[in-house]
């Protein structure tokens, strides 16, 4: 089950920037744990696009940025292309769980 | 290069065990700064964190609470592969079951790779 909230989708136009909201609770982002993000295209499995609330892993393009305060991380992806439409998934660990979970999912569409 | 190779049914019937394992290359199932989980993703859903087990001075496991009571995670060094083992399958166990590493991080996990997924239907 998907604790962490995400919007069901966000659009913009080719160039222009988006930013992906990821809300959690006390127990998760609320608390002491980072968040983490990940983009699927379709039919692919998920890849790492940020870790640690603000880091790259080597071969991210610098478009994608993630920031994080309190309850809520966000994920923002400048200069918008075509290939970015995808589904975008944040992530965190869970105290009141004893394990991970998963925002419930954002569909990026590219107008 | 890390890869993770899954194998196994892609048809399971109601109430019986769903058995999937995940053969690991570039790296060691043994290493100490990673854990080997699998997560879910049900049609047009979600993703669902499973369990994992990873090793530090001995091994450890951990289930979600969802799938409690009817999962097992094992770990196979001789192999350097994991497996999956879910019980009493329905329905709602129907989905794409990825194979995952995770990292540590601080004071929480990622998961760096990612196997390509397994389609498992749960029908009779």
């Known amino acids: 089950q998907s604790v962490l909230t995400q919007p069901p989708s966000v659009s913009g136009a080719p160039g222009q920037t988006v930013t992906i909201s990821c809300t959690g609770t006390s127990s998760n982002l609320g608390s002491i744990y980072d968040a983490h993000w990940y983009q699927q295209l379709p039919g692919r499995p998920p890849k790492l696009l940020i870790y640690?609330?603000?880091n790259r892993p080597s071969g991210v393009p610098d478009r994608f940025s993630g920031s994080k305060s309190g309850p809520s991380a966000s994920l923002a992806i400048t200069g918008l292309q075509a290939e970015d439409e995808a589904d975008y998934y944040c992530?965190?660990?869970?105290?009141?769980?004893?394990?991970?979970?998963f925002g419930t999912g954002t569909k990026v569409i590219v107008l | 290069q890390i890869r993770l190779q899954p194998s196994g049914p892609g048809l399971v019937k109601p109430s019986q065990t769903l058995s999937l394992t995940c053969a690991v290359s570039g790296d060691s199932v043994s290493s100490k700064t990673v854990g080997w989980n699998w997560i879910r993703q049900a049609p047009s859903s979600g993703l669902e964190w499973l369990g994992r087990t990873y090793f530090l001075s001995e091994w450890h496991y951990e289930y979600a609470l969802s799938v409690k009571g009817r999962i097992t995670i094992n770990p196979d060094t001789s192999r350097n592969q994991f497996s999956l083992q879910l019980t009493s399958v329905t329905h709602e166990d129907t989905a794409v079951y990825y194979c995952?590493?995770?990292?540590?991080?601080?004071?929480?996990?990622?998961?760096?790779?990612w196997g390509r997924g397994t389609p498992v239907t749960v029908s009779s």
């Open positions: 640690g609330n603000v």
């Open positions: 992530q965190s660990s869970d105290s009141s769980l004893s394990g991970f979970v």
């Open positions: 995952v590493r995770g990292h540590t991080w601080h004071l929480g996990w990622y998961f760096d790779i």
